[in-house]
């Protein structure tokens, strides 16, 4: 690991241009106190080897990361403010002359991050500063929330997947391209575009997808025997999800002739591109679709701080909200009052943050009548034919057969989410004051062009979430008066 010793190239820059940097600014603070918040213990099980080239100093790396995510810049960027810009070489301790570094050691270093045994560090090092100054004491609300972030990567078609799922195992699995040249005839996988067909013609798409799917099967089937690394692992395993995902046997076809057409319909949890597989079709609302991930929050709505992050895929029940919610919960030292909408008031969650001991304002999900207007009633019952000749009938349903009632798991519960969230005003009153703001703390999340994500996959996305986290809360604790004298943070008094 790299160690800071205070040799400069050129002028210091903090002490010479002081009156220049923004007072009251993240620049000017992080100039002012990076290594108290980043000091160098913080980064050394990232370094475990004392071999090789000492490193860039980490809390140089710490801090550039942080203004980067702060501002929504590419590698390339940071460094063209690092090397240009007195504000970001004061923040990160570089002289007046200093040409920084190349932009790959910042993908090292987050690399390097991703892989330790806290990812989160950034996020953590901010979240004991917010801890220390207090300014959570006393406040047990939690605003509960979630946002599509695009992925970093063009959705792909059946075709492009299918096409580069092969190139792929070409090129990563011993033996595959002879296995190809032999039992792949449907496109010349060595030609990275599509193939030259009549693309307004459906016929000749058919017929293209069947032939495609037909050479992927092939290949997998005549793959030598062998033990495959990871990554030639992944090629393999791809290739089967896309080769499968999109297709279904012919229209006249009993699935065992080799025949495929494109499904109707789309699959679950649906791989969209093979650069990142862990990318998802996601609807956020009815009409609403975006290809990428959720990133998931937990804000104190008074202060607007960020009490906990996570990013996930967009598909499974395990990155749903309900579920997703209890972990950004579970390490509160005490009850909060939840606020969220209507899916994070799942009967799971409900019962599980319940028996929590927290005070729940978790918007329950209506119940929907079989008729508009009609009646509905929750029990354990098929009525059949009994439902014949009932004069509220047609209120009830339009099941030939009669009505069927179902009561589902956590019932109570929900029927009495319902009626206090109907009846009772003060709820009401809460719900309305307290949940709303963590909708302007998803607009600061995504400002600046962060709605896109520039990685890809779950775990280099979910270190960029925390650490975007990390840069907002730190500037939110600066606006609010965040100062370290005498070895600890505190917050100045209002006006001082």
């Known amino acids: 690991m790299g160690e800071w010793v205070g040799e400069l190239v050129g002028p210091d820059v903090w002490e010479t241009c002081r009156g220049l940097i923004p007072a009251g600014s993240v620049f000017a603070f992080l100039a002012e ?119 970093a990567v063009a959705t792909q078609d059946t075709v492009t997947q299918i096409i ?57 089937g005549h793959l030598p025997e062998q033990q495959l690394g990871e990554k030639a692992a992944n090629a393999v395993g791809i290739l089967a999800l896309v080769a499968g995902q999109d297709v279904e046997p012919a229209e006249d076809s009993d699935g065992r002739d080799g025949r495929w057409r494109i499904t109707q319909g789309t699959a679950h949890e649906r791989i969209v591109s093979t650069v990142d597989p862990e990318a998802r079709h996601i609807h956020k609302t009815r009409s609403h679709r975006q290809d990428g991930y959720k990133a998931h929050l937990a804000v104190e709505p008074e202060t607007g701080l960020y009490t906990a992050v996570a990013l996930r895929p967009g598909a499974g029940a395990e990155h749903h909200e309900a579920a997703v919610g209890l972990d950004l919960l579970a390490e509160e030292s005490e009850p909060v009052d939840a606020f969220g909408d209507t899916a994070y008031s799942t009967g799971d969650a409900r019962q599980a943050l319940d028996r929590a001991g927290h005070r729940l304002f978790l918007k329950p999900a209506p119940l929907r009548p079989a008729v508009p207007g009609g009646q509905h009633h929750q029990r354990k019952a098929s009525f059949g034919d009994l439902c014949t000749g009932c004069h509220l009938r047609e209120q009830c349903t339009k099941a030939k057969a009669g009505r069927i009632l179902t009561i589902r798991p956590h019932h109570n519960l929900q029927t009495a989410a319902r009626h206090q969230a109907a009846t009772d005003s003060g709820w009401q009153a809460d719900y309305r004051r307290w949940r709303p703001p963590v909708e302007r703390a998803v607009a600061w999340l995504v400002h600046h062009g962060n709605r896109r994500l520039r990685y890809r996959g779950t775990i280099k996305n979910d270190t960029w979430l925390h650490t975007r986290a990390a840069a907002l809360n730190l500037r939110r604790l600066i606006n609010l008066g965040l100062t370290h004298t005498s070895g600890t943070w505190h917050l100045a008094p209002a006006g001082a």
Not at 108 to 135: C, H, M, Q, W
Not at 183 to 207: F, L, M
């Open 33 to 151: 106190h990076r290594g108290e918040l980043f000091p160098a213990e913080m980064f050394v099980d990232m370094y475990p080897s004392a071999n090789g080239r000492p490193s860039m100093p980490p809390q140089i790396l710490a801090a550039a990361i942080t203004l980067q995510a702060l501002h929504g810049l590419s590698d390339f960027e940071t460094v063209q403010e690092l090397r240009c810009d007195l504000r970001w070489k004061a923040a990160c301790g570089l002289g007046l002359n200093d040409m920084a570094f190349d932009p790959s050691l910042l993908a090292y270093f987050r690399r390097r991050l991703a892989r330790s045994a806290r990812p989160n560090r950034i996020f953590d090092a901010v979240r004991e500063v917010v801890k220390a100054t207090g300014v959570l004491k006393g406040k047990h609300r939690r605003a509960l929330d979630s946002t599509v972030l695009d992925d």
């Open 164 to 220: 580069a799922a092969v190139r792929a195992v070409i090129r990563e699995v011993p033996g595959a391209d002879t296995v190809a040249a032999a039992q792949c005839t449907a496109h010349d996988y060595t030609d990275p575009g599509k193939p030259r067909i009549a693309w307004n013609d459906e016929q000749a798409r058919a017929e293209l997808v069947d032939a495609l799917v037909t050479d992927a099967l092939r290949l997998l």
